[in-house]
């Protein structure tokens, strides 16, 4: 008689870069999964050396290997949503789009990784172009910070209603289910404010603003958290609203490691002060 015990869960799957500081990228889109009860699985794109003091190199991974594995999950395993993160690269953004066509992976969450909260440029003009273009379209929930969307609208943003516009111009433009468009680059306030559209609702989501330089990692556990509470079976802004409510707790919890910005803190109700 078999008396293992086995569940069903949810699976999500990661398609983005290793940080080696362990704040961002697969290192927080698993822990977030996994904090959702989600089966998290990954296909790493690049591996970036990396701390809370910054990145000093980065090495991108072959496309047969970001093929193979995106392969390998979606044949044997299954996933019921993904998100994508950092994809450095435009040959690498093209074998993403391709795999995830012919896997038809569902509850597409694209975080656009393209310009960091401080403004900095991380990918060429060549790959801004062929993420607009052919993996953005994919997209059910795209989450562009204040950077990203005034590349994506073409609009400047300074204000809660400059944030409005470009929700609405990237959704109506790009032909996203809906957007999320993040404050973490903003001034004052309106960092912990987000902007969601979805083509009939105009929703700010509202949380205080944590007064920490901590802060490694939003971008990332937003996104990932998005995609756990789709593969978990919510509607998109359930999805969307708890997930902003999580990084909302992260940050209150964030991790005093590193001589720079710290992580979030994942597993807020395990940390003891
Ligand atoms: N200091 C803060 N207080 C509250 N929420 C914040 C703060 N910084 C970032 N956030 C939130 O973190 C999430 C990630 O946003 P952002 O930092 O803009 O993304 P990215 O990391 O991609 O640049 C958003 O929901 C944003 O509102
Ligand atoms: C590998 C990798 N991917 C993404 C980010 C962005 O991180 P954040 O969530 O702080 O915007 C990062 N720093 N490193």
Not at 109 to 132: N, W, Y
């Amino acid at each position: 008689m078999n008396t293992t015990k086995t569940s069903k869960v949810p699976v999500a799957l990661t398609i983005a870069g290793s940080d080696s500081g362990g704040g961002a990228g697969i290192q927080a889109d698993l822990r977030t999964f996994a904090f959702h009860c989600v089966h998290g699985t990954s296909a790493i794109t690049c591996v970036t050396a990396q701390n809370t003091l910054g990145v000093t190199r980065v090495d991108a991974m072959a496309k047969e290997a970001i093929e193979q594995q995106i392969k390998a999950v979606c044949e044997d395993i299954g996933v019921q949503a993904a998100k994508t993160g950092m994809l450095l690269n435009q040959e690498i953004i093209t074998t993403v789009v391709k795999q995830i066509d012919t896997h038809a992976i569902p509850n597409l969450v694209v975080d656009p990784v393209m310009v960091s909260r401080t403004g900095a440029q991380l990918i060429d003009d060549e790959a801004v172009k062929t993420l607009r273009d052919s993996l953005i379209p994919l997209a059910t929930v795209l989450t562009p910070n204040r950077y990203e969307a005034q590349i994506l609208s073409g609009l400047e943003i300074k204000s809660l209603d400059d944030m409005k516009a470009a929700a609405q111009t990237i959704h109506e433009k790009l032909k996203v289910k809906a957007v999320l468009v993040k404050g973490g680059g903003m001034q004052g306030s309106l960092r912990g404010i987000d902007i969601w559209f979805d083509g009939k609702n105009l929703e700010t989501l509202f949380t205080q603003l944590v007064a920490t330089k901590n802060t490694h990692g939003t971008g990332c556990t937003l996104s990932a958290a998005i995609a756990a509470n789709l593969a978990r079976g919510d509607s998109l802004f359930k999805a969307a609203r708890q997930a902003k409510e999580y990084v909302s707790y992260a940050l209150n919890n964030a991790l005093d490691i590193g001589k720079g910005q710290g992580p979030v803190g994942h597993f807020f109700p395990l940390l003891k002060k």
